[in-house]
Protein backbone atom coordinates (compact mmCIF):
# COMPACT_ATOMS: atom_id res chain seq x y z
CA UNK A 1 0.00 0.00 0.00
CA UNK A 2 1.16 3.31 -0.92
CA UNK A 3 2.21 6.14 1.64
CA UNK A 4 -0.86 8.50 -0.01
CA UNK A 5 -3.70 5.79 0.47
CA UNK A 6 -2.86 5.21 3.79
CA UNK A 7 -3.08 9.22 4.14
CA UNK A 8 -6.20 9.49 2.56
CA UNK A 9 -7.07 7.05 4.71
CA UNK A 10 -6.22 8.62 7.73
CA UNK A 11 -7.90 11.96 6.42
CA UNK A 12 -11.03 10.49 6.00
CA UNK A 13 -10.64 8.55 9.45
CA UNK A 14 -10.34 12.12 11.15
CA UNK A 15 -12.89 13.30 8.82
CA UNK A 16 -15.66 10.94 9.65
CA UNK A 17 -15.08 10.72 13.48
CA UNK A 18 -13.09 13.76 14.24
CA UNK A 19 -13.19 16.49 12.73
CA UNK A 20 -16.89 15.71 10.17
CA UNK A 21 -15.08 16.71 6.96
CA UNK A 22 -12.74 19.36 7.67
CA UNK A 23 -9.42 17.64 8.74
CA UNK A 24 -7.89 18.36 5.44
CA UNK A 25 -8.56 22.10 5.93
CA UNK A 26 -7.35 21.84 9.59
CA UNK A 27 -4.23 20.31 8.73
CA UNK A 28 -1.58 22.84 6.88
CA UNK A 29 1.01 20.40 6.29
CA UNK A 30 2.08 17.01 6.82
CA UNK A 31 4.54 17.80 9.34
CA UNK A 32 2.36 20.03 11.29
CA UNK A 33 1.71 19.45 14.90
CA UNK A 34 -1.21 17.36 15.79
CA UNK A 35 -1.43 17.99 18.96
CA UNK A 36 -0.37 21.37 18.93
CA UNK A 37 -2.83 22.11 16.46
CA UNK A 38 -5.58 21.05 17.65
CA UNK A 39 -5.98 18.20 15.60
CA UNK A 40 -6.09 14.73 17.76
CA UNK A 41 -6.04 15.34 21.63
CA UNK A 42 -4.92 12.33 23.72
CA UNK A 43 -7.65 10.67 23.56
CA UNK A 44 -8.05 10.89 19.90
CA UNK A 45 -4.82 9.37 19.23
CA UNK A 46 -6.01 6.46 21.33
CA UNK A 47 -9.02 6.13 19.14
CA UNK A 48 -7.02 6.50 16.02
CA UNK A 49 -4.29 3.41 17.21
CA UNK A 50 -6.64 1.70 17.66
CA UNK A 51 -8.06 2.19 14.28
CA UNK A 52 -4.95 1.98 12.66
CA UNK A 53 -4.17 -1.06 14.42
CA UNK A 54 -7.49 -2.88 12.85
CA UNK A 55 -7.33 -1.54 9.60
CA UNK A 56 -3.56 -2.55 9.04
CA UNK A 57 -4.18 -5.46 11.26
CA UNK A 58 -0.94 -3.95 12.96
CA UNK A 59 0.13 -4.29 16.80
CA UNK A 60 1.29 -0.74 17.93
CA UNK A 61 4.08 -0.65 20.61
CA UNK A 62 2.75 1.17 23.00
CA UNK A 63 6.56 2.62 23.47
CA UNK A 64 6.06 3.85 20.06
CA UNK A 65 3.13 6.09 20.87
CA UNK A 66 5.58 9.37 21.27
CA UNK A 67 5.52 13.03 19.19
CA UNK A 68 8.35 11.54 17.37
CA UNK A 69 6.19 8.62 15.57
CA UNK A 70 2.38 9.82 15.76
CA UNK A 71 2.36 14.00 15.76
CA UNK A 72 2.04 14.37 12.55
CA UNK A 73 0.00 13.07 9.23
CA UNK A 74 3.58 12.16 8.00
CA UNK A 75 4.77 10.58 10.90
CA UNK A 76 2.14 8.29 11.00
CA UNK A 77 1.70 7.83 7.93
CA UNK A 78 5.39 6.76 7.79
CA UNK A 79 5.18 4.94 11.20
CA UNK A 80 2.48 2.87 9.10
CA UNK A 81 4.49 2.51 6.16
CA UNK A 82 7.27 0.97 7.84
CA UNK A 83 5.19 -1.29 10.35
CA UNK A 84 3.15 -2.87 7.02
CA UNK A 85 4.23 -6.26 6.34
CA UNK A 86 5.97 -6.40 2.87
CA UNK A 87 3.19 -6.66 0.07
CA UNK A 88 0.62 -5.22 2.11
Known amino acids: MHSSEIRRIIIDWLDDNIHFGEAEQLIKGDEQSFLDGGILDSLGFV ?16 KHLTRENFDSL ?15
Not at 74 to 88: D, E, M, N, T, W
Open 74 to 88: GKIVRYVVQALPSGQ
Open 47 to 62: RLTVYLEDRFALRIDR
